[in-house]
């Protein structure tokens, strides 16, 4: 093969990454749009979900439970206050778990919805049920525990899925739950430092 063959070759290869590359960037900026409208009509769906009376949901502000950007809200009904709705992030058995859920005024749980999660199939994904998520309803911090028994006045673990159960309770909404009462209380949240590496 002679260097002029190599060149050719070369080029051509140059023309059809460059074009391939042209083509790709063409279309993110075509779907870029959709896809950010269908992702915030998705957003705006879950938080209706979490406070169905709710004429209007705004953003009060971030927080990062375990790093992770998260967001909450205030709920209003002809202009009242009615509830919040706070995302928060739980360290499950094998992944983070991505938590919606609601409170009323008084801090007690209307709703949750498991946004996102990698537990074990069969086992720790049953926090997607219903049957799960039904018993947050009507909890307050002081019930917001998990119990291995059967119960109504606690959070019945899964079994076999304790971790997740304990995670999703006590790390993603009692945690969630601390947070936004000390945000409305206008009191400065801090992160618990990082341990150092000696």
């Not at 063409?26 to 896809?35: G, M, N, Q, S």
């Not at 009060?60 to 992030?89: C, M, N, R, S």
């Amino acid at each position: 093969m002679t260097f002029k063959e190599i060149l050719k070759i070369t080029a051509n290869l140059v023309v059809l990454y460059v074009a391939g590359g042209l083509i790709l960037a063409a279309v993110y900026v075509k779907t870029a749009p959709i896809i950010a409208e269908k992702a915030a009509q998705e957003k705006k769906e879950a938080l209706q979900k979490m406070m169905p009376d709710a004429d209007t949901i705004q953003k009060l502000g971030d927080w990062k439970p375990h790093g992770k950007l998260a967001e909450y809200f205030v709920a209003k009904k002809d202009g009242a206050v009615i509830g919040y709705v706070v995302q928060t992030f739980a360290k499950g058995y094998s992944s983070y778990i991505n938590i919606l859920f609601s409170v009323n005024n008084n801090f007690v749980v209307q709703q949750i919805d498991i946004l996102h999660h990698a537990e074990t199939p069969g086992l720790g994904d049953e926090i997607t049920t219903k049957w799960f998520k039904g018993q947050f309803h009507g909890k307050d911090m002081e019930h917001l525990k998990v119990v291995k028994r059967e119960t109504t006045e606690y959070i019945q673990a899964i079994s076999g899925a304790t971790i997740s159960s304990r995670a999703v309770t006590k790390d993603g909404i009692k945690k969630g739950l601390k947070f936004l009462e000390k945000a409305l209380k206008g009191e400065k949240q801090h992160e618990p430092p990082t341990a150092r590496k000696g």
